[in-house]
């Protein structure tokens, strides 16, 4: 055997090791595009079913979210209703009722003055009022020896 035709064998050999590797290559990747292939139709069928549970889930919400907005609306109508009732009412009783308590009062306190003494006059300081000197103060109580 000559040198060129061992050179031959060798880059023969050679090649033939390069492509089987390839080929385990591009069996691997047809197995890793099979799983991708089969992976990718599994979440498509899951995904379409999740989709239209959401999108029923968003049709419920915007339902639910109407009937509040309609809630809140007539929750504000009756607020106002209720604010003009308080105000018609006030403005029917308040003063009557203020007169009549007050009328009350002053007959009371006439009932009430005829059989009492007057009251003792108080004593004030700049911007106060101060109670009236009481009988039993410090100056008239004697001490206990």
Do not use: C
Not at 112 to 135: D, I, Q, S, Y
């Amino acid at each position: 055997m000559s040198g060129g035709e061992v050179a031959g064998i060798l880059v023969a050999v050679f090649w033939a090791i390069l492509v089987s590797f390839l080929a385990l290559v591009l069996v691997r990747l047809a197995q890793t595009l099979k799983a991708t292939t089969k992976m990718v139709a599994e979440v498509s069928e899951q995904a379409v079913p999740l989709l239209a549970d959401a999108s029923a889930t968003v049709r419920s919400a915007h339902t639910q979210l109407a009937r509040v907005d309609a809630i809140a609306s007539d929750v504000q109508e009756v607020t106002a209703n209720a604010s003009a009732l308080s105000s018609t009412v006030s403005s029917a009783f308040g003063g009557p009722l203020v007169k009549v308590a007050a009328f009350g009062y002053g007959v009371r306190r006439a009932i009430g003055k005829k059989g009492a003494p007057p009251p003792e006059p108080k004593r004030t300081v700049v911007g106060r009022t101060l109670p009236a000197a009481r009988r039993g103060g410090r100056r008239n109580r004697r001490s206990k020896d």
